[in-house]
Antibody, heavy 116, light 111 residues
């Protein structure tokens, strides 16, 4: 069955960096676009970033542009999110999502807390 | 940026009765490829979101047929024909035509 497992979350000080990973299994990873979506505590969903199946195009929300970098390694079936210059408002559960047409699957999320 | 506005934000419902959620976009969601990329998601407390509907009216695999999506242009609706207890939670619309944007969410609870 399809599995997306996020890791790399934790507590980091403002201005710090963190790298999230999302390990995919149960489907052909290289066939699908991938997303990062976040949810601040008690708040709604916010799209963060998208990368096409072959990594050729990447898109970012204005709130993270210039600070976050999305990437993928199709040989390792893994999605990444490098987060730099973290701010307290980046505190959220970060979800990995695989989606294309009728295919849509989400991971369980990893919590990132930015606090001094 | 496209703004997605859902209404109502809170929806108390009676078991077995219908329910409806509206989602309006600040600009047309018709893509240059002719498709309209409007999806609906359901999130139960403590769980990851689950997509119910994609491209306005296409039900995802395993989604009960009491859920239906409709609309066009800037106005969209999610309908539940007969609410069941498992339908509680927060519903989000999301557009994928002009980058990606979620609505604020509509909390559905049983009266």
């Amino acid at each position: 069955q399809v599995q997306l497992v996020e890791s790399g979350g934790g507590v980091v000080q403002p201005g710090g960096s963190l790298r999230l990973s999302c390990a995919a299994s149960g489907f052909t990873f290289s066939n699908h676009g991938m997303y990062w979506v976040r949810q601040a505590p008690g708040k709604g969903l916010e799209w963060v970033s998208h990368i096409q199946n072959d990594g050729s195009n990447k898109y970012y929300a204005d709130s993270v542009k210039g600070r976050f970098t999305i990437s993928r390694d199709n040989s390792k079936n893994t999605l990444y999110l490098q987060m730099n210059s973290l701010k307290p408002e980046d505190t959220a559960v970060y979800y990995c999502r695989a989606a294309d047409g009728p295919f849509d699957n989400w991971g369980q999320g990893t919590l990132v807390t930015v606090s001094s | 940026d496209v703004v997605m506005t859902q209404s109502p934000l809170s929806l108390p419902v009676t078991l077995g009765q219908p329910a409806s959620i509206s989602c309006r976009s600040s600009q047309s969601l018709v893509h240059s490829d002719g498709n309209t990329y409007l999806s609906w998601f359901h999130q139960r407390p403590g769980q990851s979101p689950r997509r119910l509907i994609y491209r306005v009216s296409n039900r995802d695999s395993g989604v009960p047929d009491r859920f239906s999506g409709s609309g066009s242009g800037t106005d969209f609706t999610l309908k539940i024909s007969r609410v069941e207890a498992e339908d509680v939670g927060i519903y989000y619309c999301m557009q994928g035509t002009h980058s990606w944007t979620f609505g604020q969410g509509t909390k559905v609870e049983i009266k």
